[in-house]
């Protein structure tokens, strides 16, 4: 049946109805008027015309001719388009209505989400795919398709190689019309799973993009000049062995990126003629190419396997701080500077703000709130909110809701109580400058990693407001027009940290430590060794009073020492964690003695460089211990700690401004 249900002529407008839908860079656009889906970030535009057009950054130059009065209207696409010859799906080469240079070409495809899939296996088919993956093939949601095409072009997998030559994905439309299921000839529950993974990928999404299944979705790519390897081989132009050999390249290039896709066929493959006749080649003499159509492209079984290890050694192999930039920023991220720190500064899809420390922009999407608020987290204080989550790229962090703004509710009899009430809560950016600041100053502490100011508003409750902060900080503000404060009384602050991992190489530490869960990933341990050490590690804290169920597998990690070779004991791996100096001392794994002196070494040395601790307890201090129970130390002998919290930290004679 036709994947494209009949509509009334003229039913999304004419191109009379054409308005001015772009303007301005795709930066500067309002925080209501963006959404995001599978890592790619989209305008939401309301045509004249009816229904819904998202369009990428992609796209943006182009926003006006993607005006669907420009191309839809009286299915312009229909008659003044070209119907793709061998597309299984209803896919159409048109130019828009009264397009000039340098507007490109579109290709014009409607999507077939949840229909059933035609798949013939041909001689071209990858072969490592197994029956049961052709069984369940499904074709890709729009959105779905626009993220991995993205990600397949970016080529941020599988090592340094060519980019995947590939079309642009311009935009979506969604006209208004609804039809009837039959009509459209899909499957109630796989499109029911498209829309639960669209809308878990935009769980924390203030504005998200719903999927209709009484609506049809029409996915624009740019146009890649060119003929199919299939036409080119009954033009001439191609020997059979040449096409086999280009299909079989194309396979190989797809899945050192990580990629399959399963009706991979030379009429995907578009060929670039010369004016002579020939097919244009690089250097090396291989055929330069495009690849399209992309309804059934999907990560290989490794590159799945893969991915989330690799986003967590990206992140953990790029410290914070500053650095030199690498290349210059994206439009959409701005240099910003607080107290001395760098961040990288830009709008987030939720209306929020995010505050990225050091000059690595890389490490923008790792923090966007979707990619950590609604992950499985743990709390960690019964007096605050910290919680440890693993991100959905596999990073672990820890964030902290700020408190500043809110009057410290400290006991008068506690000794310490008069001067915390009279500081009050440091704010996330002294925060962060005190970490930065204490660390080069030699004091051990955690890293930082980033700041997240919420989309939406909150009031406080009068009874409970500080405005010092806010006052302080009225001059400082982000970058943008207007130029706001970077501090909103109306607005709910986190701070993002590293999670300790039980060792700081930029302190000196030997060699580096790993997760469990990534050695065994990279190889450094088998799954076998990983399973014996965990279990011995649960067995020999049993004979402490703190449980060795409190520990979760993946809050174990290991030591490898500089020649990469894992630390062990007795043949197993040797397994470390961390807590805090209080719940040490509290569970026996610290004596009171040694307790005791970790908080006078830390006083000392926190006096040294004119700062004080507000908070006398050892909450706030992280010790770390092997499975037996014992804190490592350093060359002194010295129980080693970092100190992670920095909220009640102040400057003795100098501010941190």
Not at 580 to 585: G, I, N, P, W
């Amino acid at each position: 049946m036709s994947t494209r249900p009949a509509t009334a002529a003229g039913a999304a407008g004419t191109a009379a109805g054409a308005t001015a839908i772009g303007g301005g860079g795709f930066e500067g656009l309002a925080p209501d008027r963006l959404v995001r889906a599978f890592g790619v970030d989209y305008a939401h535009v309301e045509p004249a015309s009816g229904g819904d057009l998202y369009v990428t950054r992609h796209g943006w130059p182009f926003a006006d001719a993607l005006d669907p009065a420009r191309w839809y209207a009286g299915e312009w696409y229909e008659r003044a388009g070209t119907r793709l010859r061998g597309a299984t799906g209803t896919v159409y080469h048109v130019r828009p209505r009264d397009a000039r240079p340098p507007v490109p070409d579109f290709v014009v495809k409607f999507s077939r989400v949840a229909q059933d899939v035609p798949l013939l296996v041909e001689t071209s088919f990858p072969a490592d795919v197994p029956p049961e993956v052709i069984s369940a093939a499904r074709f890709n949601s729009p959105l779905e398709e626009f993220g991995l095409l993205e990600e397949l072009r970016r080529g941020s997998f599988g090592g340094p190689h060519r980019r995947m030559p590939a079309q642009r994905p311009l935009a979506i439309y969604v006209p208004p019309e609804e039809f009837d299921l039959w009509q459209l000839g899909r499957h109630t529950s796989s499109f029911h799973s498209h829309r639960a993974m669209l809308a878990e990928d935009q769980s924390d999404s203030v504005k998200a993009i719903e999927l209709d299944i009484r609506r049809i979705y029409v996915l624009l790519f740019g146009w890649l000049e060119g003929r199919d390897a299939e036409e080119c081989f009954h033009a001439g132009l191609l020997p059979e062995p040449g096409m086999l050999e280009l299909t079989a390249r194309v396979t190989r290039e797809l899945h050192e990126r990580g990629f399959r896709v399963l009706d991979n066929k030379p009429k995907h493959f578009i060929l670039r003629p010369r004016a002579d006749g020939a097919l244009l080649r690089r250097r090396d003499g291989s055929l330069v190419y495009g690849l399209v159509d992309y309804e059934l492209l999907q990560r290989s079984p490794e590159h799945q396997h893969a991915y989330r290890a690799a986003r967590r050694e990206q992140y953990w192999h790029r410290p914070p701080g500053p650095r030199p930039p690498e290349e210059p920023p994206p439009s959409h991220l701005k240099d910003a500077v607080v107290f001395g720190v760098e961040y990288a500064f830009g709008a987030t899809p939720d209306g929020g703000r995010l505050w990225v420390v050091g000059r690595e922009r890389g490490l923008f999407d790792f923090f966007l709130p979707d990619r950590w608020r609604r992950t499985p987290r743990e709390k960690l204080s019964a007096t605050a909110e910290v919680y440890r989550t693993r991100t959905r790229d596999q990073a672990d962090i820890v964030y902290r809701r700020s408190r500043v703004g809110f009057l410290p509710l400290v006991d008068p009899r506690v000794a310490a109580a008069k001067a915390i009430r009279e500081w009050g809560y440091n704010s996330p950016f002294e925060e962060v400058a005190l970490a930065e600041r204490l660390r080069e100053m030699g004091v051990p502490t955690v890293n930082p990693r980033a700041i997240y100011e919420t989309g939406h508003a909150t009031v406080k409750p009068l009874r409970l407001r500080d405005p010092r902060r806010f006052l302080t900080h009225a001059e400082l503000c982000a970058p943008g027009s207007p130029a706001l404060p970077v501090l909103r009384p109306d607005h709910d602050y986190y701070t993002l940290w590293d999670t300790w991992r039980g060792a700081d190489p930029a302190l000196g530490a030997a060699g580096t430590v790993s997760t469990l869960d990534s050695a065994r990933e990279s190889g450094l341990v088998t799954a076998e060794e990983a399973r014996e050490a965990l279990a011995h590690a649960r067995r020999s804290l049993e004979r402490t009073a703190l449980p060795g169920e409190s520990v979760a597998d993946d809050e174990f990690v290991v030591m490898i020492d500089a020649g990469g070779a894992i630390e062990r004991e007795g043949g197993l791996p040797r397994l470390y964690f961390s807590l805090d100096a209080l719940t040490a001392c509290d569970r026996g794994l610290l004596g009171e003695p040694e307790y005791l002196e970790i908080m006078t070494r830390l006083d000392e040395r926190l006096g040294a460089v004119d700062f004080a601790k507000l908070d006398p307890t050892g909450r706030h201090l992280l010790v770390t211990v092997d499975s037996r129970g014992e804190p490592v130390r350093e060359a002194s002998g010295a129980v080693h700690a970092v100190l992670c919290n920095f909220a009640l930290i102040r400057g003795l004679y100098r501010p941190i401004r």
